[in-house]
């Protein structure tokens, strides 16, 4: 075991090799022609700058946190003010991912579009490397930053401290990565979602030009967002989940497997080191996945994604069965239950069956020619209104099948394995993140990269495979999205079950006035969040559609260049001498820095309120209305913001891809549509209502029910129950007499007591009607004895 625990951080370090080898192969790939340098420079310059600007916001937080919880940790006999050091580095480890990740990203976006010219095999394979970059660099600084804390805590800083005050200060990593997985959203979000409105409405439906077309100011902003949104900000949502399954499993294997009856068995630490030894296994399984994704000319980047995805998830699987029976007893008994090595196994099963079915389901509801999003075109024909109720209703029953997968996953792992069941589910689930991450940041490099092959006038042949690699992308973002709301829903559960076991909470009863006001304030929650956010997209879109207006307005090259494009119906192949002399005098004219400000400015001053709310509430409810107020209030916000993030997500998914649809061409009825027809502008106006759904509300939503959790987590030892208080079936000691016996219940153990014999005798009480059972075995006792 000690060589384990020594080999873990090794693990990380090779997972960042393999991120520095992939990043400098990334950067070798030719970079094109110098307009398309000059685009992506562009791209990177605006996002660097936003990353500056939130990271400047992050740094005063995670200073003055880091304070608190220094204080805090040094007052409590069950913490340490070290927990501030874990803060810290939880919250670097999750920047740097994301900053190293975006960095890489936005380099290859124009590497992608260059190899375009050439096939779409190499371009998928740029790509995707890129894509590696991130999801390899995520679980690498999780578990070297998880393991090398927990070697620090164990062997130097903290040898002497018991197992439990180990992880209670462990836990202050995921409330770092947390921290800032939720700026990174909600400011993510904000900042492409402004941009995106903007270059639509004004790009599009105005001035029917397209979103990625040089002539649009938006457009630079618009690419900018997709890594700040779809790469920092899905990057940071992953790293938390990681990292926040992985603590609170480890909290409940401290109790799973009995430490004292183990202790010559893994020195005890088996179930506390899994969660640790499958993650760093998983990032392995990730590499060797990453080699199966190749296509050839004419064959299908998707079916290339599946193989390197579930390919790495089968080899996961059989790994992960011999690791667990490593790791655990063959069998062992706690509170009268035997549980075994394979029911953990079979918990790790329902886990990675569970997040790969709800992609499967999100693709369902989300991809581009399914039934749903085909509803919602045919239904376009009428206006705006039906487009809008169509992707309501799909986004709804979206919800259906994924929480049923959710809940027989619980109820699977539960069966298996107790709560520790559910927590390594969760673990199970992002097993792979390595290679889950790079598929899902795959997609905004080939979005980006259609822009950049756009606004450098490359052949039809580029576009049409960027436009290829890019629907894949779509498809992949939106199974991102639904594989990291189930992620979200069964790490929420895990802290939660980890939040009751440092809280010395036994069970919630909902019928406490306290609970139940709990209960509907965390409930309340995802709503008042949602609507900041939204409130926040709507106010900086404001702010650059009336940029863009302005340009368009003031810039006379534009003026002019706007009026070629509608004399010739958006045709610009084809244009006489005098029109292209026009339309080429207004190539440099639009001001994409103005619009990069902006969504920058905006995007940082709307994203304070939202994480106070996500940060604070639970303090303020964990402090004044107690631990069991407070467990109230995550059961809540878990169960209201699963569903919200759902609905949002897959609505805005649906609306997107009804909207490319018609934008490719469709037929319906015997009549043909596309790009400016009546119908497009519906599908146009409901991608854009659906846009901060999947991008900003939504995603976000993950991430808030998480970090309360994992505030709750930190706070929990200190508003953490007495003993006395705990409210078990079983009381820590209760006595009945009933005539000349006595039975008492001490830590769920029967006991007569007579006339000062005692004897011990285990027996079944049921929950339903403890007393009455207690009572008739008492009962039963005095007829023998009398007889």
């Not at 259609?450 to 199974?479: C, F, H, Y």
């Amino acid at each position: 075991m000690e060589t384990l625990i020594f080999t873990l951080p090794v693990l990380g370090v090779v997972a960042l090799i393999f991120v520095i080898w992939r990043s400098l192969w990334v950067i070798q790939q030719d970079a094109g022609t110098d307009l398309m340098i000059k685009i992506s420079q562009n791209i990177y310059k605006g996002a660097m700058a936003f990353l500056k600007a939130e990271y400047k916001i992050l740094g005063i937080f995670v200073a003055s946190l880091a304070v608190l919880l220094a204080f805090k940790g040094h007052y409590e006999s069950t913490s340490h003010s070290l927990v501030a050091l874990s803060f810290v580095v939880g919250a670097v480890c999750s920047g740097f991912a994301g900053y190293h990740g975006m960095k890489i990203a936005t380099y290859a976006n124009v590497r992608t579009t260059q190899a375009a010219r050439t096939s779409l095999g190499k371009a998928l394979k740029v790509a995707f490397i890129g894509g590696s970059v991130m999801g390899m660099g995520v679980v690498g600084l999780g578990v070297l930053g998880l393991s090398a804390l927990f070697l620090l805590y164990t062997h130097i800083l903290g040898a002497d401290w018991e197992i439990t005050k180990v992880l209670n200060v462990l836990a202050g990593f995921s409330l770092g990565a947390s921290s800032i997985a939720f700026f990174a959203r909600v400011g993510g979000g904000i900042y492409t979602k402004a941009a995106d409105v903007g270059a639509d409405l004004v790009g599009k439906v105005e001035a029917g030009i397209p979103e990625d077309h040089p002539l649009n100011p938006a457009t630079i902003a618009d690419n900018v967002g997709d890594n700040v949104g779809d790469v920092a900000g899905m990057g940071a949502d992953l790293f938390e989940s990681y990292v926040g399954s992985i603590i609170g499993t480890m909290v409940l294997g401290a109790i799973f497997v009995p430490l004292p009856e183990f202790a010559s068995y893994n020195n005890g630490l088996g179930a506390v080191l899994l969660p640790l030894v499958i993650a760093g296994v998983g990032i392995l399984v990730s590499i060797i996945g990453t080699f199966f994704v190749n296509v050839k000319e004419g064959g299908s980047p998707q079916r290339a994604l599946n193989i390197g995805e579930f390919g790495s998830a089968i080899i996961m699987v059989i790994a992960g069965y011999f690791v667990i029976q490593y790791m655990l007893p063959s069998e062992w008994l706690i509170d009268g239950r035997i549980y075994t090595s394979n029911g953990v196994f079979w918990a790790v099963i329902a886990g990675l069956l569970a997040g790969l079915g709800i992609g499967q389901i999100t693709e369902f509801y989300t991809g581009t020619g399914t039934p749903p999003v085909k509803s919602i075109v045919r239904q376009s024909l009428t206006g705006d209104a039906t487009n809008i109720i169509a992707g309501l209703g799909v986004g709804m029953m979206s919800t259906a099948i994924p929480i049923i997968m959710i809940s027989a996953a619980i109820l699977v792992s539960f069966h298996f394995a107790g709560l520790y069941g559910i927590a390594i589910a969760a673990v199970g689930m992002l097993a792979n993140t390595g290679i889950q991450l790079a598929v899902d940041a795959y997609g905004p490099i080939s979005d980006n990269a259609g822009g950049i092959a756009e606004m450098s006038k490359l052949p039809k042949e580029v576009r049409q495979r960027t436009d290829t690699l890019d629907a894949v992308g779509n498809t992949t973002a939106a199974i991102g999205k639904g594989f990291a709301i189930g992620s979200a829903a069964l790490t929420a559960i895990a802290l939660y079950a980890a939040y009751m076991q440092q809280a010395n909470i036994t069970s919630i009863n909902i019928s406490k006035p306290t609970v139940m006001v709990g209960l509907f304030v965390g409930a309340m929650l995802p709503f008042v969040f949602s609507a900041m956010s939204m409130s926040s997209v709507g106010r900086a879109a404001m702010a650059m559609i009336e940029e863009v207006r302005r340009q368009f307005r003031e810039i006379p090259e534009l003026t002019a260049a706007l009026a070629v494009m509608k004399r010739n119906d958006g045709n610009t192949e084809n244009l006489s001498e005098e029109d292209q002399k026009i339309f080429d005098a207004a190539q440099d004219k639009p001001e994409y820095d103005k619009c990069v400000e902006i969504s920058t400015k905006a995007s940082i001053k709307e994203m304070v309120l939202p994480g106070v709310l996500g940060v604070f509430v639970p303090i303020l409810v964990g402090f004044i209305g107690g631990a069991e107020m407070l467990g109230g209030l995550l059961a809540g916000v878990t169960v209201s913001g699963v569903l919200m993030a759902l609905f949002q997500s897959n609505a805005g998914g649906a609306w997107d891809n009804a909207k490319k649809m018609v934008e490719v061409g469709v037929e319906i009825n015997g009549k043909k549509y596309g790009k400016g027809s009546d119908l497009h502008k519906a599908t146009v106006v409901g991608d854009t209502v659906g846009d901060p759904f999947k991008d900003t509300s939504g995603p976000s939503l993950n991430i808030l029910l998480k970090l309360m959790s994992v505030v709750a987590l930190v706070i929990a030892p200190s508003i953490a129950l007495d003993l006395d208080q705990t409210s078990n079936i079983f009381p820590q000691k209760e006595s009945v007499e009933i005539g000349i016996a006595q039975v008492e219940v001490e830590e769920n153990l029967i006991i007569f007591q007579e006339e000062n014999e005692i004897s011990s005798t285990p027996v079944t009480v049921s929950e339903d009607n403890a007393k009455t059972q207690l009572r008739m075995v008492a009962e039963n006792r005095k007829v023998n004895d009398q007889n």
